[in-house]
């Protein structure tokens, strides 16, 4: 399963953003999805996944309220939406697919670099 996000980008602090994480086959609609991210100097860290079917969902504290993950599985494509932006949440964001472990994921796109300035 091949993953391409898009989306990133810079803004100002406040601002929104919607990433995308396109697959190349409907076998992904079979897996839970995670976004990933990851900043310079610091490890990749997840902040939101969600289950093949969209029931549950889980976000990192430092994301939660501001940012939204959603799967459209007829589009084998998973979203983030982000909003109140701040400048920590600059970071190459990565999604993934398949999970072994929570931190430990089969398939991953090439990242979308976000850069948010104050």
């Known amino acids: 399963v091949n993953l391409v996000e898009s989306g990133g980008g810079l803004v100002q602090a406040g601002d929104s953003l919607r990433l995308s994480c396109a697959a190349s086959?409907?076998?992904?609609?079979?897996?839970?999805v995670a976004w990933f991210r990851q900043a310079p100097g610091n490890q990749r860290v997840r902040i939101a996944a969600?289950?093949?079917?969209?029931?549950?969902?889980y976000y990192a504290d430092s994301v939660k309220g501001r940012f939204t993950i959603s799967r459209n599985n007829a589009l084998y494509t998973v979203y983030l939406q982000m909003d109140d932006l701040k400048p920590e949440d600059t970071a190459v964001y990565y999604c993934?697919?398949?999970?072994?472990?929570?931190?430990?994921?089969?398939?991953w796109g090439q990242g979308t670099q976000v850069t948010v300035s104050s």
């Open positions: 993934a697919a398949d999970p072994a472990t929570p931190s430990t994921y089969t398939y």
């Open positions: 086959e409907r076998t992904f609609n079979d897996y839970p």
């Open positions: 969600m289950a093949d079917d969209a029931a549950y969902a």
